[in-house]
């Protein structure tokens, strides 16, 4: 018997992963354009720095909802005591019409069948707790959000199945993808509770398509499972095709007040969208009376700060803020996602086509030393080391390709930015020369002998193997 | 197969408990002093509001430490972006000072081994993910905070085992009794992982002794289970004896470290439970490891964070905070006690919390739970007081109430007062009356079908 818990001592927490580790090595040697020009530049962190000035003007504008005042009057008592579970009022509306605004107004919430939660984080855990057992099992499309693992596994006991993607259809989840991590669910003697997707995805920066919503209703419909729509990056959407939610998707097919309708659950946060993740304001948002109710009592684990909940309804309650904040947000991601994509052009890197998110899916694959995830972490390790900037391996999303990283765009200045476009295509450049000079080399075996980290070289198609970690 | 999960649907929440009809019997006919002089005072919720007023100062004389105002916007971006879990060092600097500063100076915590949580409601479902299994066990010394059903064991799986204390020894946690319930686990194949106790107590609102605190530190330590404090409402100690935190204890006393473990909160002694300031301190390295990874599920607002560093780095807003809060918490108990001791009504003798545990035994007309649920129904409709009947804290001796004193103004306290006077008097005038009434509402009682916690009552 341990002296701590199962949970304690294993690592479902995940926290061993690549993901985190480029962090930690960020942490150690953090570039400063001024005091550590040479450091490491965090291209692993999807946070939404473009749009703060937007926010400290609303706020220099509005010091009520600073002060603990409203209508000039303190409220600070009231907020001070303020814990229940419902949520404040003001907050909830605000909130549920801020998410209607940013699809459009296309569908409407109901601040009756939202929950707030201490994040996105506890939103994703808690839904899990609702609606699974331990060792019960939730579909997830690959590449996923590294922090999954945590957050729907570890306290939970739930167990993730990987849907497959691959770049062959630019990642898109299709039927057979899905039957098949069905079977891999049999094998592994897994009951299926449902799907998760997240909406814009994490880590592609794409939207769904109407396909594939689709297809997630069939399927979800006709095995009879939940499907839970992660939608923490729909206001990141800054160019066609636009967002499409499942709600949307659910009133076409005149889904209304069914059975499946009940078994849709949305999660949404402000920590990408308005850049505020010290806040820790999640949303669950969910058509079933039942889930409502159960999530509203454990939203007491972790509830948003009364604080925080009455700053965000002054400002989410003023809509010609939120009109301007959503339109002007959006335009500032399309322009840095631009000079991202066009500085990896010039490095001879191409990504996946996106139109949302915070980041892209990059295409590393030709620089590979071998289509093994061996490689794709040698290749890591030296952009980490050497290049110095923090992107994210693949296999810490779980992508079944090796090659592919992810790497941030809006959580930094363009001047940096641009460095870090500089960094990098100074290193293909001079990997493209050592390749040049090494292509005479006949013996492999000698040339590994060599730090591993100093060359890489060509893929050849007929190399590629799948699968491999 | 459910389509939802069995803690969705089943009622590990606590809330079917028919307990809930005195705060629904609040909500349906709140007392206000002129718009509805005639509805119920809430005396079942342990807040403290006496020290608004100095908490409301500090903040307008310190616009910096927000980070809305022109002050304090320049960290506006820092703070709501900053989620690292390890919180802000200045937070974690703050907390660990005022929790020194709350325990007379008398121990010094380490800022490192501070965990955030989302509340202590929080921080004790993550303490007991962190150190036990779902159907390992915990003993809970009871009388006991209601919510610990919920707290401990919702989604953890961990049983809450209770060690049954009563009046004959003013309800002290001995040794024997702990003996007792372990062996009687053992026996029955329940795996023990550990103790948790609430230390100023709630309901009973006293603190532990130090040789109480030794001996328990001792019995943990013998049988090598943790010993879990929630010291929540530690400075909330409004007269001797001093408090003495379990952090206190261990300095003299050769144990196992790894096996101590404290929760906190901002909730109770600085009355700020809508900011949601949970803490676990434990001194095992393992547990503040994992238990600040599993703190992402709960994890302050970077806002409040940032507000409450400020405030409690403030040594002379703290210093004084803290004498006035004892102060005007002695003061409230005294009046209210003193109030009841005119009528006849007795309480426990008690020197913190927010509540008081008072005895009502001699009115009740069957010294049964019923008889206690029955007097319990009479208080809420009739006498039109929610006060918070001893079963509900798993109390097996019927005719305790717990009545909490800081969430009301001066003038509130004096008609709940009167009112009582009214019915005591009342009681002894007419008592065939009132057994009929008593009966009436017995038999609405068990309508209610609050199983849970009237029928399957733990020995």
């Excluded at chain 1, 898109?172 to 079977?183: D, L, M, R, S």
């Excluded at chain 2, 002089?37 to 807040?47: D, K, N, R, S, T």
């Excluded at chain 2, 007991?128 to 799986?157: H, I, K």
């Excluded at chain 2, 007269?239 to 261990?250: D, L, Q, R, Y």
Aim: aromatic share 10%; glycine share 6%.
């Amino acid at each position: 018997m341990g002296l701590l818990s199962g949970k304690a001592t294993c690592n479902t927490h995940g926290q061993d992963s690549s993901y985190f580790l480029g962090w930690q090595e960020y942490e150690k040697n953090p570039y400063d354009e001024v005091q550590n020009p040479t450091g490491i530049i965090q291209m692993g962190l999807a946070e939404n720095q473009l749009s703060f000035d937007l926010l400290e003007s609303w706020l220099d504008r509005n010091p009520d909802a600073a002060g603990f005042k409203r209508d000039g009057q303190s409220i600070f008592r009231e907020l001070a005591l303020f814990q229940d579970y419902h949520g404040l009022p003001a907050f909830k509306k605000a909130l549920v019409e801020f998410m209607s605004e940013i699809r459009g107004n296309k569908v409407t919430f109901d601040t009756s069948k939202i929950v707030l939660t201490a994040g996105a984080t506890s939103a994703n855990e808690t839904l899990m707790f609702c609606l699974a057992e331990p060792g019960e099992a939730f579909l997830l499309p690959t590449p996923y959000y590294p922090g999954f693992d945590r957050d729907l596994k570890w306290r939970t006991g739930v167990e993730i199945v990987p849907i497959q993607c691959t770049s062959l259809n630019g990642f898109q989840i299709t039927e057979t993808a899905i039957e098949e991590a069905y079977q891999l669910a049999q094998k592994r003697h897994l009951k299926v509770k449902g799907v998760l997707v997240t909406n814009p995805s994490n880590p592609l920066g794409t939207t769904m398509s109407r396909n594939e919503l689709n297809l997630l209703v069939n399927i979800i419909t006709e095995k009879n499972i939940h499907l839970i729509s992660d939608e923490i990056y729909s206001g990141t959407v800054f160019s066609s095709p636009g967002f499409v939610s499942i709600m949307e998707i659910l009133k076409d097919r005149n889904c209304e007040n069914t059975q499946v309708w009940n078994r849709v659950h949305i999660v949404y946060s402000l920590s990408k969208d308005l850049g505020l993740p010290g806040f820790r304001v999640g949303a669950i948002y969910s058509n079933d009376d039942m889930v409502v109710a159960a999530a509203t009592k454990m939203s007491s684990f972790g509830l948003v700060s009364s604080q925080t909940q009455y700053l965000l309804s002054a400002l989410l309650s003023d809509k010609k803020f939120t009109q301007n904040y959503i339109s002007e947000n959006k335009k500032r991601l399309k322009q840095r996602h631009r000079k991202l994509v066009s500085g990896l052009e010039k490095a001879g890197i191409s990504c996946l086509k996106s139109n949302a998110g915070l980041f892209c899916w990059v295409d590393m694959r030709h620089l590979l030393r071998s289509n093994t995830f061996e490689a794709e972490m040698e290749l890591w390790k030296k952009i980490v080391y050497d290049v110095k900037l923090n992107i994210s391996p693949g296999s810490s999303c779980h992508c079944t390709e090796p090659g592919w990283f992810r790497v941030c765009f809006a959580n930094m200045s363009e001047d940096t930015l641009k460095l870090s476009m500089q960094r990098l295509k100074a290193f293909v450049d001079s990997i493209t020369t050592t390749l040049h000079n090494q292509s005479n080399h006949q013996s492999i075996k000698n040339s590994r002998r060599r730090s591993l980290t100093k060359w890489v070289f060509r893929l050849s198609f007929d190399d590629r193997v799948t699968g491999e970690r | 197969m459910g389509i939802l999960s069995k803690i969705a649907t089943n009622n590990g929440h606590g809330e079917d408990s028919a307990y809930f009809d005195g705060w629904k019997a609040f909500d349906r006919n709140p007392f206000h002093p002129t718009q509805n002089p005639g509805g119920v005072i809430q005396l079942g919720l342990a807040e403290n509001q006496l020290c608004f007023d100095l908490i409301k100062d500090w903040i307008t004389k310190n616009p910096y430490a927000s980070i809305c105002t022109a002050e304090g916007v320049e960290v506006f971006k820092d703070i709501a972006i900053f989620q690292d879990y390890h919180g802000l060092p200045e937070f974690r600097q703050a907390v660990a000072k005022f929790m020194g500063k709350g325990r007379g100076g008398r121990v010094t915590f380490d800022p490192d081994r501070i965990v955030m949580g989302g509340g202590a409601t929080g921080a004790n479902e993550l303490i007991m993910f962190c150190l036990a299994n779902p159907g390992d066990a915990f003993l809970v010394p009871s009388p006991y905070y209601a919510a610990f059903d919920r707290d401990l064991s919702w989604r953890t799986g961990v049983q809450i085992v209770p060690v049954h204390c009563d009046i004959s020894n003013n309800f002290k946690i001995t040794r024997e009794a702990l003996e007792a319930a372990y062996e009687r686990a053992q026996e029955a194949s329940i795996n023990i992982k550990g103790l948790i106790i609430t230390n100023p107590s709630n309901p009973l609102g006293t603190t532990l002794d130090r040789d109480t605190l030794k001996s328990l530190v001792s019995f943990i330590n013998d049988k090598n289970i943790h010993l879990v404090c929630d010291e929540i409402y530690a400075a909330t100690v409004f007269s001797s004896p001093k408090f003495t935190s379990v952090a206190e204890v261990i300095q003299e006393m050769d144990c196992n470290r790894d096996l101590i473990h404290i929760i906190y909160s901002l909730s109770k002694d600085m009355g700020l439970p809508g900011f949601r300031v949970g803490i676990v301190y434990s001194f095992n390295d393992t547990v503040v490891n994992c238990g600040r990874k599993m703190s992402s599920f709960g994890l302050v607002s970077s806002q409040t964070q940032y507000l409450l560093a400020s405030m409690l780095s403030d040594d002379e807003f703290v210093d004084n905070f803290l004498v006035e809060t004892s102060k005007r918490l002695a003061k409230r108990h005294h009046n209210f006690t003193k109030g009841l001791e005119q009528v006849g009504i007795n309480c426990l003798k008690s020197n913190a919390g927010l509540f008081f545990w008072m005895d009502l035994r001699h009115l009740l007309k069957e010294k049964t739970l019923e008889g206690e649920i029955a007097l319990w129904r009479t208080i809420v409709n009739d006498v039109k007081l929610n006060v918070s009947p001893g079963s509900s804290f798993q109390c097996t001796e019927p005719g305790w109430f717990r009545v909490c004193f800081a969430n009301m103004d001066d003038d509130t306290l004096q008609v709940a007062l009167n009112r009582i006077a009214a019915f005591v008097q009342q009681d002894k005038e007419s008592e065939k009356p009132t057994k009929k009434r008593c009966s009436r509402i017995f038999a609405s009682a068990s309508h209610r079908g609050s199983t849970n916690k009237v029928s399957c009552r733990r020995t």
